[in-house]
């Protein structure tokens, strides 16, 4: 038996887990619908279509499958499941107190699907009653328990990643942990993809969604995709969320996709799919609902243009807390004919500004690569260690939190101290060079708070 | 002057926090910022531990008066934090309710200051204001 096997076996043999059966799992997803697979999808739509997925996750079974439902009347592309926040902790024994009382009491006592604890031959029913791609959203460092009980119950795409699901979710889990626990998740996914369509891996672009400049969310997007793909997975998604300005979406977009393929040759791995996924304004949100509606369907508009495969929608709710499913399907059915009717958009191009972010990034990338560790992950472990990648607003205590961005007049995120990020000096002139930094540092940090609401 | 800062409890946002110490930095402060997630010991452990002059407590979900409650208790187990400006800010209760009844009852926690949703650059003035009577009575 392989390694990979028997540290399968023991994460599978818990308490919380009513028997998994490898071999029968296996079959099923040999012959699950081709559907039921993201990857198929992206493969196969019209060129130019981008699939729209919602959020949303319940504590009970009825609950959650009301949502589908209730998403798959208002023409939804990919359904979402969102965990709960116990599960996300491994702390299932609490997931399974609250999802009794949510039971009994019909009042919902978790944010999100309790998936060990439903288990997945009942999870499974639904997501193949309903037919649709599904995509597991979370946040959780050791997901290891959570991803095969999800790709047993049918769910072939898995958000996610060691970066990107701990420093902005986390203040302390160790980091190298995460590492380890996420290639266990690159694995499984690797080893399912050759049964039938592939598992598609997204990253979770947005980060701390706060000020975070293009060329750190662009440089995780690819060492998580690099990370993914050197275990063999043969789809994946590079994400990004809405940054404020259009200019920079656009730019961020061009750079993102063309470093993607290349690294990916760069380690044979050329073969494997990569989409694009944008995400509308993650930040926060205006209170005046109609105002909400205007940012979201602009953020559609933005995704159309820098031709994601797939966006990943918000609600007129947002600003109040976890939204109604009327609420969700509303946003579904808006952002459809939105898209439906959005043609002939312009390429927006700028050579300077690509040239400026296409050097930071392989700047950075070249840093990386040059850390003496042996393996990419190491290497990445100590590059956020030693604060070469160093992502604004991150609550974790490796983060470096020395790199300081703000907004330029047209709302374009700017570096303004590099902290011990490897922005060459060119690049960094220029960044500066768009803001206005004359002011008293007060001020400055009174424009930051500014910055970070521009949309409310 | 050095302040010891951080958010409270098993709260993780950190965009207050963040700005806090950019702000204090700004002002000419030494910032010790412990960051999110920080249990009411770990405050008054590095306050010693960096010989701080004030220690800034936030929140942001509401749960800093189950920790709040607690300052008289814990403090006076230290020997040299009788003098220590104490300061707690952000959103200090949860759900809704009016700053006349809120900032009393810190008060009586053992809080010299209780900005409850006062904005950032007006509580960090009435620190500076605090320290400057406090130096000068």
Redesign the interface.
Known sequence: MSLLQEEREIILSNEFVESFDFAEVTEFVKNASKDLFISHHFKNKPKGKMLVQPRGGFPTYKKQFELSEFFVKSNVDVLPLTIDSNTRLNDYATAQKMLRLSEENDVDMLNGYPLINHGYRTTRKMFTHFNKPVSLRHGTPDARLLIETAIASGIFEIEGGPITYLLP????FPLDKAFLYWKYVERVCANYSGLNEPINRESFGPL?A?LVPPAITIVVQLLEMLLSLEEGVKSFSVSFAQQGSMMQDAVTSEVLMKMARHYAEEIDCGDAAINLVYHQWMGAFPTNKDYAEQLINMSTVIAKLVGADKIITKTREEAAGIPTKEANAKTVANTQYTLGILNGLPKIVDAEEEEILTLEVQAIMEAVFNDPADTLWRKVFNCIKNGIIDV????H?INH?NM?TIRDAQKNIRIIDRGNVPIPDRCFKYERAQCDLTK???S???D??HD?GIMQ | MKVVTGVVGNDIHVVANRLIDLSLRARGFDVFNLGVNTYLEEFFDAAVETGADVILISSLNGEAEGWGREVRAIKSRYKTLDDIIMMIGGNLVVGSGNAEDIEPRYKNYGFDIVCHQIDLNTGLDMLEEFIKERNNP
Do not use: Q
Request: net charge neutral; no cysteine; charged share 10%.
């Open positions: 979710y986390s203040k302390n701390t706060t604004p607003f991150s609550p205590i939190n300081i008293d540092t007060t400055i940090v009174n930051i708070v970070i």
